[in-house]
Structures are given as C-alpha cells and as structure tokens.
C-alpha cells in the first residue's frame, strides 16, 4: 500500500504509513500565481493501492483531496481509498431551511467520484454514508478513547446531549462507570438550555464526551455546570477537535484534560486514529 498524504493530514498520515510498513509517498504542492492549488504525487504509484489521507476540515483541504485522489488515479494506481479522518461538511446532512443544499452529499459525491471507496472516522451523521453509492465506511474511535482514558481514574462520563448519549454509554460499558446525559434544549437560534441529570456530582472525576468540538459552547456550558455542582476533576475529551476560533485556549484553563483525535491534527491529539485506519486499510478488523 502507498500512503499519499495531504497537508491536513501529514502527521497522521506518516503514522498510518509506519504502523501499516507502507511507503508513504512524496507530495510536491505549491499555487498557481493566480491562487490556485497545484499538486504532484513525486513517488510511484502504478499499479499500486493507494490511500490518500486527509480531511476536508476547509474548503482548501477538500480541493487538495479531489486532486490528491485524481492524481493517484491517473497515475496508474490499481485502486484508490480516500481516507477522511475528519469529513467536515457533515452537519449539514439535511435541508434545514428551503434554498439550501445537502452538504454531505456533494462532498460524499465528488470524493466518491475520484475515489473506489470512503474511510471516515465518527462522521456527525450516519445519513451521509447513504449517499454513497460505493464503499463508504464509519470507524468508529469508541474502544480507542476508552482505553485511552483507562488508567485516568474517571468515576462518570457525561454526555452534553442526548444525541451523544449511545457513544457516551458504550465508553462507560468498557471502562465499567456509569454514564448520563445533559438535558439540552434549543429554545431559540442564539439560546440553548442545559440541564444536569439528577446526580451528586460532588468529589467526582466527570468526563464529558462528544463527537465534536467546534465552537466549543456546548462543552464551555457543560464544564460550567459541573463546576457549579462541585465535579473535583473535569477532563473533555471528544473525536474531532475542530476548535472554531480557536475556542480550545478557552476550554483548556477551564479543564483538567482535554483530548481530542488526531483526525485534525492539533495541540490537544492525544488519542490517535492511527491504529483504526492500519487496521481499516488493511482489512483486519
Ligand atoms: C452537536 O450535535 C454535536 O454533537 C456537538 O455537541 C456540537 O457540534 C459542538 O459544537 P460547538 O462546539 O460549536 O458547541
């Protein structure tokens, strides 16, 4: 297997290529004068598989996966996997208001159209893989997180909503603590009401788990509410850590750990996707 990387994913990339002992290739990348991106896969790939990893957190990083994965098709490789550790665009799987598009699905249809299958890990909304119509696969970082959080002496994990509850609760079946989740309520656009369950979270070491931190609003809520009801530890941890203006120095004082994935790459990915890709990519799961 040769391993392409994009520049949204260059570190994890390089780790996939090391656990898998695949070769991870070479990528000239530079732009036009007129702005527009240029890239070049420099190393071999005929007749290879290829994967090509990289997110689509930004609108540039979608454009280098669309000719990532057209380079490596055109030059000859047996098959062609886009691995999208983060695929950004997901919350916007369905029409909300009329006039809009369904911004999964174009992004699930251009990378498909450039690609023989989809890897993806915790995408905000499982419709999306319905739009496909080759192999599109979720992974899923529940057992990863866990044992990452194993030896970290958490006594609850709570989720910040309901939607989150499932993923919160299979966390807490494999470290053997019990989970709940915030009671939250869209009242309007600009406010949402957030209530604790009914439990003494005094003296605890509370970890609050979701799919996603953009903004960081619905962890700052969740943190605030602990704190107001006594938690001793608080540790925020979450797969995607998309930190919208830089939202993350903002969590990081409030909290005694805050882990994210290297599905984006940042200051706070502690908990790698490597091993789950390696195992993906390679068929042994
Ligand atoms: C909501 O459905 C998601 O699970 C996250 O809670 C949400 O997207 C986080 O966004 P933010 O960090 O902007 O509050």
């Given at each position: 297997m040769i391993i392409v990387p994009a520049s949204s994913s260059l570190g994890l990339a390089a780790k996939v290529a090391n656990k898998m002992g695949a070769t991870l290739a070479e990528v000239e990348r530079k732009r036009f004068p007129d702005g527009e991106m240029y890239v070049r896969i420099l190393s071999e790939v005929r007749g290879g598989e290829v994967a090509v990893i990289g997110n689509t957190r930004s609108d540039a990083d979608f454009v280098e996966l669309l000719l990532l994965l057209n380079a490596a098709r055109e030059a000859g490789s047996s098959s062609v996997t886009a691995v999208v550790p983060y695929f950004g665009?997901?919350?916007?799987?369905?029409?909300?208001?009329?006039?809009?598009?369904?911004s999964s699905k174009v992004m699930t249809r251009s990378i498909e159209n450039f690609s023989d299958r989809i890897i993806c890990v915790e995408?905000?909304?499982?419709?999306?893989?319905?739009?496909?119509?080759h192999q599109f696969k979720n992974l899923s970082l529940i057992r990863t997180s866990s044992e990452y959080f194993r030896?970290?002496?958490?006594d609850l994990i709570l989720s910040p909503d309901d939607g989150g509850y499932d993923r919160a609760k299979k966390m807490a079946e494999i470290l053997s603590i019990p989970a709940y989740y915030i009671d939250k309520k869209r009242i309007d656009a600009k406010t949402v009401e957030m209530h604790l369950p009914?439990?003494?979270?005094?003296?605890k070491s509370v970890l609050i788990v979701d799919d996603i931190i953009s903004t960081g609003g619905t962890i700052i809520k969740a943190v605030k509410l602990l704190k107001d009801n006594g938690a001793s530890r608080i540790s925020v941890s979450a797969v995607?850590?998309?930190?919208?203006?830089?939202s993350d120095r903002i969590i990081e004082p409030l909290v005694d750990l805050l882990a994210v994935s290297d599905s984006i790459d940042g200051?706070?990915?502690?908990?790698?996707v490597a091993g789950d890709i390696s195992r993906a990519l390679s068929g042994d799961e």
């Open positions: 665009y997901s919350r916007q799987h369905m029409i909300y208001k009329p006039g809009e598009p369904i995408i905000h909304d499982e419709e999306t893989i319905g739009f496909a119509s030896d970290r002496e958490i009914k439990v003494d979270f005094s003296g995607h850590g998309v930190f919208a203006k830089d200051d706070h990915s502690l908990i790698s």
